[in-house]
């Protein structure tokens, strides 16, 4: 079992930023890559960004690379989404997730566990 809890939302103006962050504790976390969702009212979940551990293997959402960085630090089990540049059409819940592949999340926006979610609102 791995438990997520993301903090760090809130309101942002346009332009603005935000650093959400996720604290996962659990067994075994190393075989699990981490990723960042949101689902947006009235629309599906999407993915947004994704890492393994280690680094090594990154994923973004075409939509947001080069305004979104995600982090992960292992020394304490975060997983960070730095969102700068933030638009109105980025406002969502956004939720932490673990997996066991990163191609499950970024192909099937699936992943084996998830964060209860934390609200992000740009206001134009």
């Known amino acids: 079992q791995v438990q997520l809890v993301e903090s760090g939302g809130g309101l942002v103006l346009t332009g603005g930023s935000r650093r959400l962050s996720c604290v996962a504790s659990?067994?075994?976390?190393?075989?699990?890559?981490m990723g960042w969702f949101r689902r947006a009212p009235g629309k599906e979940r999407e993915f947004v960004a994704a890492?393994?551990?280690?680094?090594?293997?990154?994923r973004y959402k075409e939509s947001v690379r080069g305004r979104f960085t995600i982090s992960a630090n292992n020394a304490n089990n975060t997983v960070a989404l730095q969102m700068n540049h933030l638009k109105p059409e980025d406002t969502a819940v956004y939720y932490c997730?673990?997996?066991?592949?990163?191609?499950?999340?970024?192909?099937?926006?699936?992943?084996?566990?998830w964060g209860e979610g934390t609200q992000v609102t740009v206001s134009s």
């Open positions: 659990g067994r075994n976390l190393d075989k699990y890559a």
């Open positions: 997730a673990a997996c066991q592949t990163i191609a499950k999340m970024y192909v099937n926006v699936e992943a084996d566990y």
């Open positions: 890492i393994r551990w280690h680094g090594g293997v990154v």
